[in-house]
């Protein structure tokens, strides 16, 4: 997350709670918690500590996620543990919860640690106390204090549940580069454009395998310019997925 106020040297806050890397997905999902400690260690390594203010999330309450999620989205995640999983057959179905999104022992606390530093990340950015703030894991938040917020998705699926949920609103604008086709979640056709008072404030760039360097970043950076330049956000969230960045061709996966 960035506020776009400018400043000669940027002010940057990170959050990272050393629990994050003992969760646990499964056997052989491809998200593996242990690398955000991997990360960790890097930047105090390498020094970039130094350069940044360090907090330890808060576990975000239950009334705070709902300001988002449903309620009853909530309630499911906080109940139900891989032992106890036959048991919430429908609402796994209507979460879409399974494969892609496992069920693993101390997901609600990874969920409550994820949001709590997204959370805590805006709410320093509303204060004017940091630039820039980085959470491994708030638009809500910044919605707060900033009239629009430009949400960039650059993971390899598409960013379908932050668009849906500012889908028919013109104060956040959703930008998503995603891998088209056939490949979960299916969604994100380049004529998803918004709805109501949010028409044209949804955009999506749907890739095909096999895309390179040059050729994505040929699209990426005239195209978000422009973005930048019509919507004129002062804050700006960018998800890092890592799926989509260099050495990792989308016919890799």
């Not at 975000?60 to 906080?78: C, G, N, P, V």
């Not at 399974?98 to 709590?116: I, M």
């Not at 004017?128 to 390899?156: M, P, S």
Request: glycine letters at 10%.
């Amino acid at each position: 997350m960035t506020s776009s106020a400018g400043q000669s040297k940027k002010r940057v806050c990170y959050y990272y709670d050393g629990d994050i890397g003992n969760y646990y997905y499964g056997q052989g999902h491809p998200m593996k918690p242990h690398r955000i400690r991997m990360a960790h260690n890097l930047i105090l390594n390498y020094g970039l500590y130094r350069k940044m203010e360090i907090y330890r999330p808060h576990k975000a309450t239950q009334e705070e996620m709902t300001k988002y999620h449903s309620d009853d989205y909530i309630r499911f995640l906080k109940s139900i543990r891989p032992d106890n999983m036959s048991e919430y057959n429908k609402q796994m179905q209507r979460f879409n919860v399974g494969e892609d999104c496992p069920v693993f022992d101390g997901l609600y606390e990874f969920c409550q640690l994820s949001a709590g530093g997204s959370v805590a990340g805006a709410v320093k950015l509303n204060k004017q106390a940091t630039d820039i703030a980085i959470n491994w894991g708030a638009i809500l938040e910044l919605l707060k204090y900033h009239q629009r917020v430009l949400y960039i998705d650059i993971d390899i699926h598409h960013g379908d549940g932050v668009e849906e949920a500012f889908y028919t609103t013109d104060r956040v604008m959703t930008a998503s580069f995603h891998k088209y086709g056939e490949y979960f979640p299916g969604t994100g056709d380049l004529r998803d454009i918004g709805a109501g008072k949010g028409k044209y404030y949804a955009v999506n760039f749907p890739l095909r395998d096999g895309i390179d360097d040059e050729a994505y970043e040929g699209i990426f950076k005239p195209l978000i310019s422009k973005v930048i330049e019509m919507f004129q956000p002062s804050a700006i969230v960018l998800q890092c997925g890592a799926d989509s960045l260099s050495g990792r061709s989308f016919r890799l996966l």
